[in-house]
């Protein structure tokens, strides 16, 4: 069974910064896409950024490339969404997501991230 926790949301001001992690159980995490979406209050949830099994690769929405970085752990079964520069347009409730190797797609409950003006 995979399970996924986001934590890290919070209150920030514009300009400020905040750093989630997801934290995932199960063996898949190794083998496994991660990616980051968010969802605001009456919008469809969008994609943010995504990491390779290995790091190799990663890929980030227009909308947040130069200010979000992804990273992962392997040995921690965690991955990190750093996000500075915050607007208050990246307030949203922010989801970890795990795609395995079967393209099967597991999402945790989510983390709300609020950014004031």
């Known amino acids: 069974q995979v399970q996924l926790v986001e934590s890290g949301g919070g209150l920030v001001q514009a300009g400020g910064s905040l750093t989630l992690a997801c934290t995932t159980s199960?063996?898949?995490?190794?083998?496994?896409?991660m990616s980051w979406f968010r969802q605001a209050p009456g919008r469809e949830r969008e994609f943010v950024a995504t990491?390779?099994?290995?790091?190799?690769?990663?890929n980030y929405a227009d909308s947040v490339k130069g200010r979000f970085t992804i990273s992962r752990d392997n040995t921690k079964s965690v991955v990190y969404l750093r996000m500075n520069s915050l607007k208050p347009e990246d307030t949203a409730v922010y989801f970890c997501?795990?795609?395995?190797?079967?393209?099967?797609?597991?999402w945790g409950q989510g983390t709300q991230v609020t950014v004031s003006s």
């Open positions: 997501n795990l795609r395995d190797r079967y393209m099967s797609d597991y």
């Open positions: 990491i390779s099994w290995n790091a190799a690769l990663t």
């Open positions: 199960g063996r898949t995490f190794r083998e496994s896409r």
